[in-house]
């Protein structure tokens, strides 16, 4: 599986599954030192991380529950416009310790928002696992405990991640190959 075209542009492999999958077993190794007496509840933010969740909570041994939310934007009547808020947490959060699980952290809008809510729901601690990290694009403060795989500033594709819908069940991870389509 070397290269692939989607939506008529050319993503060439970048990740492949066997490293994806070493990575994640780094992660659920800290995970299951780190919260071994917890007993945390895993929250996975759909669509992108379906992937990551299932493949991380099968290494995953120690006592938890798994659960997915999904943040949905729509214009507010406030100033403010772009109100997003979270769908799915019907679970109880308070005092919990909450892992939530992201595809990939990119400006870190997604998880700061979702810290908010959770917070306001009265989790007592909250970490963040993902399976790809962009520092260069990052510009937030939020610490971010566990990640697989720091990537580049480019775009990815497969293993969850969609170029517009297109990609998410892919086992390897694909860059767009700009050289590609700047020769069209
Ligand atoms: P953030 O809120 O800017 O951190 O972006 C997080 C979300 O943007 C991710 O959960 C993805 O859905 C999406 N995203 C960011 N970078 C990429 C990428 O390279 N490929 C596909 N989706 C991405
Ligand atoms: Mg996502």
């Given amino acids: 599986m070397g290269n692939i075209v989607l939506h008529g542009h050319k993503f060439k492999i ?3 599954a066997s490293e994806i999958q070493k990575a994640i077993g780094d992660v659920a190794r800290q995970i299951n030192a780190d919260l071994k007496d917890k007993k945390p509840l895993f929250l996975a933010v759909l669509n ?7 493949d991380l909570m099968k290494k995953v041994h120690i006592d938890c529950e798994i659960s997915f939310i999904k943040l949905a934007s729509y214009n507010g009547t406030s100033s403010t416009g ?3 808020e979270l769908i799915g947490i019907n679970e109880q959060i308070n005092g919990r310790t909450v892992v939530i699980i992201e595809d990939i952290v990119d400006t870190g809008n997604t998880i700061e928002n979702i810290t908010v ?4 729901h009265g989790a007592a601690e909250i970490k963040i696992a993902t399976l790809l990290f962009k520092p260069e694009a990052y510009t937030k403060s939020l ?3 566990y990640t697989a795989i720091v990537v580049p500033n480019d775009f990815l594709v497969g293993y969850g991640l969609d170029y517009n819908g297109l990609g998410r069940n892919l086992a390897d ?3 767009l190959d700009y050289i590609a389509d700047e020769k069209k």
């Fill in 14 to 16: 970048k990740i492949s």
């Fill in 48 to 54: 992108g991380s379906f992937m990551f969740a299932a």
């Fill in 82 to 84: 772009k109100i997003t």
């Fill in 117 to 120: 809510q959770l917070k306001e």
């Fill in 143 to 145: 610490p971010i405990e």
């Fill in 173 to 175: 991870i694909y860059v």
